[in-house]
């Protein structure tokens, strides 16, 4: 019988953060559990006290990048008032700030692996569970027109996901900001609200780097339609 590792250093959290970065730097295919543990200095056997597989780092992985991406996400949208404005921030932060690396990789392993599956499904019911309830209480407030919240959500789910590939793989067609328009363009559309596309489109002019830097700290915080129609 083979002694235990010694882990008495190393952290869960510590080899997670380990195989995020090199998960995403690698790909899945090429990264080894050594590379992890020389990432989070420990040992190839202190990993696999941890965790059984690859795949199941991948999906821890990611769920701490949620963890942490939706901690930070609820505490800026703590600070705003209206659902409209809300949602314009989730479909921002989306697009401009999250990383969609191990999303991918995850995506391609859940085509043959059953944990990696069962984990994407649980991460996408609860993606689209927010973006329903926020939905829900735009339409209480009379924000947002009616809609099923839950088909508005799975439609712009998808189209984030979707285009966040193209981002990610740097389709010189689909940018930041173009990912950005049209998901505030559909959102528009399915909800019959205003979220601020005009204004955007008109701040940044498709023009220069600076314009589209100043857009992104105006914009995104309209609080009613006064300023934005003063952007427009």
């Known amino acids: ?5 010694q882990i008495d250093h190393v952290r869960r959290p510590q080899l997670l953060e380990a195989a995020a970065g090199v998960i995403a730097e690698r790909g899945i295919a090429a990264t080894r559990l050594a590379d992890v543990a020389a990432r989070a200095g420990t040992s190839p056997p202190a990993v696999l ?3 059984k597989s690859k795949d199941e780092l991948l999906a821890e992985a990611l769920t701490i990048q949620e963890e942490r991406f939706y901690g930070q996400l609820t505490e ?6 209206s659902p409209r404005g809300k ?16 999303w991918m990789e995850l995506w391609t ?3 043959r692996d059953s944990s990696s599956g069962s984990a994407r499904i649980r991460l996408d019911e609860r993606w689209r569970s927010q973006i329903a309830a926020l939905i829900r209480e735009g339409q209480r407030t009379g924000e947002f027109g009616p809609a099923d919240p839950d088909d ?3 439609v712009l789910a998808s189209l984030i996901d979707g285009l966040a590939v193209q981002v990610t793989l740097r389709d010189p067609a689909v940018t930041k900001e173009r990912m950005l328009e049209r998901s505030l363009e ?11 596309k005009a204004a955007y489109e008109t701040a940044t002019g498709g023009g220069s780097g600076a314009a589209k830097h100043a857009a992104r700290e105006t914009v995104p915080h309209l609080a009613d339609t006064e300023l934005r129609r003063e952007l427009e």
């Not at 800026?76 to 008032?81: C, Q, V, Y």
């Not at 559909?186 to 601020?196: K, V």
């Open 109 to 111: 392993r859940a085509l």
């Open 49 to 51: 006290y941890w965790f």
């Open 152 to 154: 508005v959500a799975l």
């Open 76 to 81: 800026r949208m703590d600070a705003l008032e």
């Open 186 to 196: 559909i959102a528009e559309s399915l909800l019959d609200c205003e979220l601020g």
């Open 1 to 5: 019988m083979s002694p235990r590792p």
């Open 87 to 102: 949602l314009r921030l989730i479909l921002e932060t989306s697009a401009d700030e999250y990383d969609w690396t191990l």
